[in-house]
């Protein structure tokens, strides 16, 4: 079966109105092409069209093109960058394939032949790329086996967790209340007697958000939610993050030091259990990466504060960091590296976070560990 290229976009990127027309003319009626002239058109112009390639010239009048790239990497990482030149320096190539991630370069003037070789290479790729995307998750949506097997796995998976913070927090009130009997049958000091029943209180208000998470999935199943959970509606992020910190802190607290920064966090286009249950994903896997050992020195942050339209929220931990070349399959389906893993966590958080008009996505950080990065549109 023949691939066609059409439904694979092209956004050319140029201020130059001769090589527009040239690229335009090599390619013909044959490929999907678009042309803008300047990196802010383009970055508007990928709001409109679903482009799935965009080959820029270096030289733009307002910035260059891996300044473009970059800013494509966080806004729409699934669009493949291609840099186009008439000279190609170290330092240029460099900073494109460092910053802008391209998957590849094209030297101008143009050969039409190894033009259309070229772009021909890449649209094949994607075709059987999203050939066997759209194949995994027929398998994976597909059947009443399957289908019972994938809402069990994931019940599974997602009961799992605030069961596990019910679990915990249950114990620790109950050693604080015969705690506190003990030190009032001794005569104990009322300060001591009123720092355990505070904390037993704590304790308390995050048995009762683990509860909420378990009711929210419990809902979203009556309503026939729970392969295809919703993600509409709006919430305060700030409170949804310090509910989830509250859930999952003792169990995240046993292998690192946990550390919540929130700057203005407006409202966002997505409903609370839904952005708990991404957070809780996020933050036990966090904690599952490290080395409980080293406890003293392990780290997990979140991070959140308003990007343009958009709230980012970024789950960042100091660990092993994630092997080369397995930052996209961690999305994927019933992929897991962990040894008694189900695989549909982050396939999870991917699917609500997309349903909600946003993005994750995840990468190494330099001094170690990995960093995933949430970003869904703010409530208009």
């Given at each position: 079966m023949l691939l066609d290229y059409r439904a694979f976009p092209i956004l050319y990127v140029d201020g130059d109105a001769a090589s527009a027309s040239r690229f335009r003319e090599i390619l013909g009626e044959q490929y999907s092409v678009?042309?803008?002239?300047?990196?802010?058109?383009?970055?508007?112009?990928?709001?409109?069209?679903?482009?799935?390639?965009?080959?820029?010239?270096n030289a733009l009048a307002d910035m260059t093109a891996t300044d473009l790239f970059e800013q494509l990497?966080?806004?729409?990482?699934?669009?493949?960058?291609?840099?186009?030149?008439t000279q190609l320096t170290a330092e240029i190539a460099e900073a494109a394939i460092n910053r802008g991630r391209v998957s590849g370069y094209m030297a101008k003037p143009w050969q039409a032949d190894k033009l259309c070789a070229q772009l021909t290479g890449l649209l094949e790729a994607l075709g059987r790329e999203s050939s066997a995307r759209s194949m995994e998750m027929s398998f994976w949506h597909g059947g009443q086996v399957a289908a019972a097997t994938t809402i069990y796995e994931e019940?599974?998976?997602?009961?799992?967790?605030?069961?596990?913070?019910?679990?915990?927090?249950?114990?620790?009130?109950?050693?604080?209340?015969?705690?506190?009997?003990?030190?009032?049958?001794?005569?104990?000091?009322?300060d001591v007697i009123q720092s355990s029943v505070q904390t037993a209180c704590e304790a308390h208000t995050d048995s009762l958000a683990a509860i909420d998470q378990m009711k929210s999935l419990v809902s979203r199943m009556r309503h026939g939610g729970m392969s295809r959970p919703r993600a509409q509606g709006h919430c305060d992020p700030a409170r949804v993050i310090d509910a989830t910190v509250r859930v999952v802190r003792a169990e995240v607290e046993k292998v690192a030091q946990?550390?919540?920064?929130?700057?203005?966090?407006?409202t966002v286009q997505m409903e609370a259990s839904v952005l708990g249950q991404i957070l809780l994903n996020l933050l036990l896997?966090?904690?599952?990466?490290?080395?409980?050992?080293?406890?003293?020195?392990?780290?997990?942050?979140?991070?959140?504060?308003?990007?343009?339209?958009?709230?980012?929220?970024?789950?960042?931990?100091?660990?092993?960091?994630?092997?080369?070349?397995?930052?996209e399959r961690v999305f994927e389906p019933f992929f897991t590296?962990?040894?008694?893993?189900?695989?549909?966590?982050?396939?999870?958080?991917?699917?609500?976070?997309?349903?909600?008009?946003?993005t994750?996505?995840?990468?190494?950080?330099?001094a170690g560990g990995a960093q995933f990065d949430i970003r869904v549109p703010l409530a208009k």
């Open positions: 678009s042309v803008v002239n300047t990196g802010a058109q383009a970055l508007r112009a990928l709001d409109v069209v679903e482009a799935r390639v965009l080959v820029a010239e990497r966080l806004l729409r990482p699934e669009v493949v960058r291609l840099l186009t030149a019940l599974v998976h997602e009961l799992s967790n605030p069961l596990g913070a019910l679990e915990i927090n249950a114990s620790l009130v109950a050693d604080l209340l015969r705690e506190v009997l003990e030190q009032r049958g001794n005569n104990a000091d009322l946990l550390d919540v920064r929130v700057a203005a966090a407006p896997n966090a904690a599952q990466a490290l080395q409980p050992q080293k406890r003293a020195e392990n780290r997990i942050q979140v991070l959140a504060s308003p990007v343009a339209e958009q709230l980012l929220i970024s789950v960042r931990d100091n660990g092993p960091g994630i092997a080369s070349g397995l930052q590296t962990k040894e008694n893993g189900t695989g549909l966590g982050l396939a999870i958080c991917r699917e609500l976070v997309s349903r909600a008009h946003g994750i996505s995840v990468e190494n950080l330099r």
